[in-house]
């Protein structure tokens, strides 16, 4: 499995970013599909997912109601809109995939997770 992600970059405060992440390998709705963020000097965290079923998503309360993460199954790609953006969105941003079918309370452990993109970098200024 590969996860390539792309569409980081420099924004201002307020503004928007769409990220992708293409999965290649097994079918792409057999994965379990997320988010998570390093700033630097802190640690991985959580930051959105989808279940393989793609009937859950699961946000973290940082980014609830400002990013939106969604899939189109026809490219094998997760998008992740984020809207409103803040200086602390600011972190190297990694999409990850598991074929575990996690329930809804692991979704957000990095742990879980087992294949991970080599991240894109979002840098938002104040």
């Known amino acids: 499995v590969q996860l390539q992600a792309s569409g980081g970059g420099l924004v201002q405060a307020g503004g928007s970013l769409r990220l992708s992440c293409e999965v290649s390998?097994?079918?792409?709705?057999?994965?379990?599909i997320g988010w998570f963020r390093q700033a630097p000097g802190k640690e991985r965290e959580f930051v959105a997912a989808i279940s393989w079923r793609r009937s859950r998503n699961v946000y973290a309360d940082a980014v609830k109601g400002r990013f939106t993460m969604s899939t189109d199954n026809a490219k094998n790609t997760v998008f992740l809109q984020m809207n409103s953006l803040k200086p602390e969105d600011t972190a190297v941003y990694y999409c990850?995939?598991?074929?575990?079918?996690?329930?809804?309370?692991?979704?957000?452990?990095?742990?879980?997770?087992?294949?991970w993109g080599q991240g894109t970098q979002v840098t938002v200024s104040s």
């Open positions: 390998g097994r079918t792409f709705s057999s994965y379990d």
């Open positions: 990850t995939a598991t074929l575990s079918r996690l329930i809804l309370s692991a979704m957000s452990g990095a742990r879980a997770y087992e294949y």
